[in-house]
């Protein structure tokens, strides 16, 4: 009995560090898991940090169009619906979002969509910001690829979108606490 608790104590302790994911990964093929360069756990830290306050119910790892990707299945509290995230499993970045809810068709806002259409029946507490968000990553995304440094310039542009993401994220934060 006493070892059993112990077990049960270590199996939280490693949880809530970060250590142990609380969901087991669904592999479309077996041994995708093993090709991510980004593992679970990053990729599932970086879905929380665009989608402040919400819970992952499922995590799924597959290739698509895009290659090998990870696909997060996202419930907010308050919000009806449920956003579907997905990552890509060689870079981390967020490539596509989307959400379904009660009386809305299936909205699908996917990176290099610059005004995705208005859904009134989605709850979400900051569209404007969290599209600001992805339009920055996208443009993040395309920076970093670029083939010259344009002078110095195009750092200088990638420090200004890191530094806008950080403040809309302060800004999100803030008003999640206040």
Not at 58 to 73: C, E, K, N
Not at 93 to 121: E, I, K
Not at 124 to 152: M, V, Y
């Amino acid at each position: 009995m006493r070892m059993k608790r112990i077990a049960i104590a270590m199996v939280l302790s490693l949880s809530s560090a970060g250590l142990l994911s609380a969901q087991a990964v669904q592999e479309q093929k077996p041994g995708q898991l093993q090709q991510a360069r980004v593992k679970p756990d990053s990729a599932r830290k970086a879905v929380l940090e665009l989608f402040p306050g919400s819970t992952v119910s499922t995590v799924r790892i597959g290739s698509g169009q895009g290659g090998l990707a990870y696909t997060f299945d996202l419930a907010h509290a308050g919000m009806t619906g449920q956003e579907e995230a997905v990552i890509d499993a060689q870079t981390g970045r967020l490539v596509q979002a989307s959400h379904r809810g009660p009386g809305s068709d299936f909205r699908q806002q996917t990176l290099g969509s610059r005004n995705p259409p208005p859904d009134p029946d989605k709850a979400e507490a900051h569209p404007e910001i969290n599209s600001a968000l992805l339009a920055l990553d996208n443009a993040k995304t395309h920076l970093e690829h670029a083939d010259h440094d344009f002078g110095g310039h195009r750092v200088q542009a990638l420090q200004a979108i890191e530094t806008a993401m950080q403040q809309l994220k302060l800004a999100v934060e803030y008003d999640r606490t206040h």
